[in-house]
Each structure stands twice: as structure tokens, then as C-alpha cells.
Nanobody
Framework: VQLVESGGGRVQPGGTLRLSCVAS????????MGWYRQAPGKQRELVAT???????TYADSVKDRFIISRGDVKYTMYLQMNSLKPEDTAVYFC????????????????WGQGTQVTVSL
């Protein structure tokens, strides 16, 4: 199983970016997907999650600014980031809970390699 993120970059405060994540490989079942971020010197933190029944959760710091959504292509997820602030600067990681085969009873955690988002003048 592979998760590949794209869409990071540098943007000015108040700007927008859209991150994409595509899961591929041996996927029997995908339970939920989400975005996490890690700023320099800080622990990785939850940004937003999306479950199979379309339940969305957001960190308080991004609520009303970020939108997590599912793509039309299977196993694709987006994070629309609006009104970006310097404190949003971090490496953003895609996460998915996946059963890779029918005989695997548990969902395993998979991570992408991360994409850098920098918000500055």
C-alpha cells in the first residue's frame, strides 16, 4: 500500500492551497483517511479526518478554514486550505486505515511521505 501526497508549496498569509492524497496498492477495505501535520520541533497533530460514512472531524485550529473531502476517483482525498496562517506551516501527512487483504482482520495505519506547506510573506 502506498499513499502519495501532492499540492504543498509556499503561499502568503490569507492564501489557499489544496492538498491531494492517493492510496494505491493492495487495498481490501479502507476505513478512514485523514491529514496530520508536523511543524519543526513539534509533535505530529491531527488536522482533519474523514470516515467511510462521511463523518468529518477537524482540529479547532483549522475549523471553518480547511475542508476535507473525498475525490471522485476511489481512494483519493483532498484538503482544501483557506485563509492560511503562518502557524499552518508544517509538513502535512496523509494517513489511511486500510485492510490490505481479505484475510487480514485488522486495519493497519499507512502514511504518506509528507508534503511541505509554508505560509509566509
Amino acid at each position: 500500500v502506498q499513499l502519495v501526497e501532492s499540492g504543498g508549496g509556499r503561499v502568503q498569509p490569507g492564501g489557499t492551497l489544496r492538498l491531494s492524497c492517493v492510496a494505491s496498492g493492495s487495498i481490501f477495505s479502507l476505513n478512514r483517511m485523514g491529514w496530520y501535520r508536523q511543524a519543526p520541533g513539534k509533535q505530529r497533530e491531527l488536522v482533519a479526518t474523514l470516515t467511510g460514512d462521511d463523518t468529518r472531524t477537524y482540529a479547532d485550529s483549522v475549523k471553518d478554514r480547511f475542508i476535507i473531502s473525498r475525490g471522485d476517483v476511489k481512494y483519493t482525498m483532498y484538503l482544501q486550505m483557506n485563509s492560511l496562517k503562518p502557524e499552518d506551516t508544517a509538513v502535512y501527512f496523509c494517513h489511511a486505515a486500510i485492510r490490505p487483504a481479505h484475510d487480514e482482520p485488522y486495519y493497519n495505519d499507512y502514511w504518506g511521505q509528507g508534503t511541505q506547506v509554508t505560509v509566509s510573506l
